[in-house]
């Protein structure tokens, strides 16, 4: 596993410089006219540490293409709305995007399964050779190709975690809740008693504020951070929902064919490039964002009994089997999971 490990690092830094210094040539110009107008939309408020994340990405991707690809960047809110990307995207309203595959479950049942189901491991080694290694890029990049997409590299997230107005001192306290959790979360709390809710990531706030909802996952704890949710719900629950979320920056399989093969090299090194920043970042920002929060008066709940923590497990233990009947490629991604294992 570590030699994989290395390898993998290898190949992604290896295949990233190579990208970058062979088109040194191109970069070091003047900035020309753009040849390609691309429009970006992301999952995050303008002024949030992910938003600025992609905020970056978008601008490797015209500095490293010398201006020959202008990314004109769309936050949430700026036009398509958190469940609209994945459908943009494909339709060529905007070309490229970074979707929340639970908000696009009947879209594209397989995205369920590479963000992470509940109960997933949290090793971002074991991750990062899963996909790069074991096949997932491989299964996923079929999965979005047959709806007129093309894959770019998968980018992790730390664990995501419930944030709620009451403290949940055991699981029997989630009996009646409404969360805000989409997708295979929604059915994993509902295994736990709670009716789930799908709403997006803007909507969390008031719908805490007023009641609609009695807690929210966020797609990671720096999510509750920058969406100021620790001033309407002040408690945390200690296990998390899911390890760690995957994941991914999709483009319009047309607006990829007209770009000739150095620009789509640069477009590729600059996603990953972005997969490494939003890594390395995530567990620095997590840590703050804890702090910060605990500042504002968050309030993690007791540690859960072994009990607690058995329900928790067992909640989860069916969705695996469930989520691989949605489709060949679930059914796929799956397969080599439980391999992993």
Aim: charged fraction near 20%; charge should be neutral; hydrophobic fraction near 40%.
């Amino acid at each position: 596993m570590l030699k994989k490990i290395g390898q993998l690092k290898k190949q992604i830094l290896t295949g990233s410089l190579a990208a970058v210094m062979g088109l040194g040539a191109v970069t070091s110009t003047a900035a020309q006219a753009a040849e390609h107008n691309w429009r970006f939309a992301n999952l995050y408020s303008r002024g949030t540490a992910f938003g600025e994340v992609y905020g970056n990405m978008a601008e490797n991707i015209e500095k490293m293409s010398g201006g020959r690809i202008s990314v004109k960047m769309m936050y949430a809110g700026e036009g398509v709305s958190t469940t609209g990307i994945l459908g943009a995207v494909k339709s060529g309203l905007i070309t490229m995007g970074a979707h929340f595959q639970p908000m696009n479950a009947g879209e594209l049942p397989a995205g369920i399964v590479e963000v992470g189901l509940p109960g997933g491991t949290a090793d971002v080694a074991k991750l990062s050779v899963l996909f790069h290694e074991d096949g997932w890029n491989e299964v996923l990049t079929r999965a979005y190709g047959e709806q007129g997409l093309v894959y770019l590299d998968p980018y992790i997230q730390p664990p995501v975690y419930l944030l709620t107005k009451k403290p949940i001192n055991s699981v029997a306290d989630f009996e009646g809740l409404k969360l805000r959790a989409p997708g295979a979360y929604g059915k994993f709390v509902r295994n736990l008693g709670a009716s789930p809710v799908s709403m997006t990531w803007s909507e969390i706030y008031t719908g805490l504020a007023t009641g609609v909802i009695d807690g929210s996952i966020g797609s990671n704890l720096i999510d509750h951070r920058d969406g100021n949710h620790v001033e309407v719900a002040k408690y945390m629950y200690r296990l998390p929902l899911a390890g760690a979320q995957v994941l991914p920056v999709v483009v319009n399989q047309k607006a990829w064919n007209k770009l000739p093969d150095d620009l789509k090299a640069i477009v590729k090194a600059a996603t990953t490039i972005h997969a490494r920043e939003q890594m390395t970042k995530s567990r620095l920002w997590e840590a703050e964002a804890i702090a910060d929060m605990e500042a504002k008066g968050m309030k993690w709940s007791p540690e859960p009994s072994e009990a607690d923590k058995a329900a928790w497990k067992k909640a989860g233990e069916s969705l695996w089997d469930e989520y691989a009947k949605a489709d060949k490629f679930s059914a796929e991604l799956i397969e080599i999971l439980k391999k992993q294992q």
